[in-house]
T-cell receptor, first 112, second 115 residues
């Protein structure tokens, strides 16, 4: 199956700092999403971004599908940004389609 | 409000018992998914269903079973054959349009503890 690798695995930031999270995938994909998992376990949709660049407030994301990676930018980080960030890709094989593969996540801690 | 509901939030069972986790969505989404998350880990796909009365195994289907009799419902049964059932279970749905799946949306999850 497809491999999805996220880096770094852990990130500690001081409030106000900027950061970049990376997601690499091993094969062509139909879709890519970024999620934030809060301390209660809920996954919040951040971006649906199979290609191109999107921005939402202090967060932005870029996917370069031809080079098989996506980046999530967090600017002016706040303590509420703490949690785990996942990327997930939707892909198909010769005998299945519509499956999503998740990366292992990046654990972000923002300190006051 | 449209969304995905999972119940219960916490579930405790004795080893050897089957248990069914509920997942309902009113988003009119075509596809539904079940994932398992272990502490400090990512999400692993258990089963998914693209249409009613059809479903496919994911990467870790052994010891689990599902049904999809209605578009809005996709219950997951954790059977006694599942060796390590204690985990956080997440249900998701997505809409199919133009031959591709759009965004996945997640329910709040069920934490299952088996002792």
């Amino acid at each position: 199956g497809i491999q999805v690798e996220q880096s770094p695995p852990d990130l500690i930031l001081q409030e106000g700092a900027n950061s970049t999270l990376r997601c690499n995938f091993s094969d062509s994909v139909n879709n890519l999403q970024w999620f934030h998992q809060n301390p209660w376990g809920q996954l919040i949709n951040l971006f649906y971004i199979p290609s191109g660049t999107k921005q939402n407030g202090r967060l932005s994301a870029t996917t370069v599908a031809t080079e098989r990676y996506s980046l999530l930018y967090i600017s002016s980080s706040q303590t509420t940004d703490s949690g785990v960030y996942f990327c997930a890709v939707e892909y198909e094989t010769t005998d299945s389609w519509g499956k999503f593969q998740f990366g292992a996540g990046t654990q972000v801690v923002v300190t006051p | 409000d449209g969304g995905i509901t999972q119940s219960p939030k916490y579930l405790f069972r004795k080893e050897g018992q089957n248990v069914t986790l509920s997942c309902e969505q009113n988003l009119n989404h075509d596809a539904m998914y079940w994932y398992r998350q272990d502490p400090g880990q990512g999400l692993r796909l258990i089963y998914y269903s693209q249409i009613v009365n059809d479903f496919q195994k994911g990467d870790i289907a052994e010891g689990y079973s599902v049904s999809r009799e209605k578009k809005e419902s996709f219950p997951l049964t954790v059977t006694s054959a599942q060796k390590n059932p204690t985990a956080f279970y997440l249900c998701a749905s997505s809409i199919l349009a133009g031959g591709a799946y759009y965004e996945q949306y997640f329910g709040p999850g069920t934490r299952l503890t088996v002792t």
